[in-house]
C-alpha cells in the first residue's frame, strides 16, 4: 500500500523561505510529484523528483530522498500569491497527501 | 494548445440516481485518470484510462466506473449515488501512465452535490 504525511497548515510571511515536508511508504516508487492548488481550482504541476537530490525552478525547489521516504518544497521569496495547498504525490496509482495549506501574511 | 476540459462543471443530483461525467485531455495525451476530491479524504484516485483499457484502479465500490473512447475522451459514472459522492471529480490526463512518472495535467473539475 501506501502512505503520505505532510503538514496540514502552515503560515509564513511574505518574502520569507518556508519549507513543506512530505514522508511516504509506498510499494512502487516511480518519482515524487509536489502539486500548487489553489482554493476552488483545479492541481497544477510544479514538481518532479525520480533522482536524489535537489531540483531548483525558479523560487521553488524540491528535494527528494528516497532511502529516507522524504521530500520536501522550498519556497522562496514568498508571496501572497503562493497563498494555496501544496500536495506531494507518489505511487503507480498516484496517491496523493492530504495536502498542506500554506497561509502567507503580509 | 487546449488544456483539459470537463463537463458539466456543475451537477446536482438526488441519492439513487446516476450520473455521467465527460473528459477531453488536452490534445495528444493518451492517459486520462480521475480523481475524487472531498474536505474530509483530499484527492483520492478512482482510475486511469489508456488506449481505452483500465490500467489502475483506486480502492472505490463498483458504483464508480469509467470507460475511454478511441480519440482519448473519457466519461466516469456513478449510480446508485449517495450522499458521500458530493465532491469535486477531476480528470487529470497525460501523455504516457501517470504512475510511471509523466506529469499530469488537471481539468477544472465537475462539482456534484448530492441531495
Known amino acids: 500500500g501506501q502512505n503520505i504525511d505532510q503538514p496540514t497548515e502552515m503560515t509564513a510571511t511574505e518574502g520569507a523561505i518556508v519549507q513543506i515536508n512530505c514522508t511516504y511508504q509506498?510499494?512502487?516508487?516511480?518519482?515524487l510529484f509536489w502539486y500548487q492548488q489553489h482554493a476552488g481550482e483545479a492541481p497544477t504541476f510544479l514538481s518532479y523528483?525520480?533522482?536524489?537530490g535537489l531540483e531548483e525552478k525558479g523560487r521553488f525547489s524540491s528535494f527528494l530522498s528516497r532511502s529516507k521516504g522524504y521530500s520536501y518544497l522550498l519556497l522562496k521569496e514568498l508571496q501572497m500569491k503562493d497563498s494555496a495547498s501544496y500536495l506531494c504525490a507518489v505511487g503507480n496509482m498516484l496517491t496523493f497527501g492530504g495536502g498542506t495549506r500554506l497561509m502567507v501574511k503580509p | 494548445k487546449a488544456g483539459v476540459t470537463q463537463t458539466p462543471r456543475y451537477l446536482i443530483k438526488t441519492r439513487g440516481q446516476q450520473v455521467t461525467l465527460s473528459c477531453s485531455p488536452i490534445?495528444?495525451?493518451?492517459?486520462v485518470s480521475w480523481y475524487q476530491q472531498t474536505p474530509g479524504q483530499g484527492l483520492q484516485f478512482l482510475f486511469e484510462y489508456f488506449s481505452e483499457t483500465q490500467r489502475n484502479k483506486g480502492n472505490f465500490p463498483g458504483r464508480f466506473s469509467g470507460r475511454q473512447f478511441s480519440n482519448s475522451r473519457s466519461e466516469m459514472n456513478v449510480s446508485t449515488l449517495e450522499l458521500g459522492d458530493s465532491a469535486l471529480y477531476l480528470c487529470?490526463?497525460?501523455?504516457?501512465?501517470?504512475?510511471?512518472?509523466?506529469?499530469?495535467?488537471f481539468g477544472p473539475g465537475t462539482r456534484l452535490t448530492v441531495l
Open positions: 523528483n525520480v533522482l536524489d
Open positions: 490534445s495528444g495525451h493518451r492517459s
Open positions: 509506498t510499494s512502487g516508487f516511480n518519482g
Open positions: 487529470a490526463s497525460s501523455l504516457a501512465l501517470a504512475g510511471l512518472g509523466d506529469t499530469q495535467y
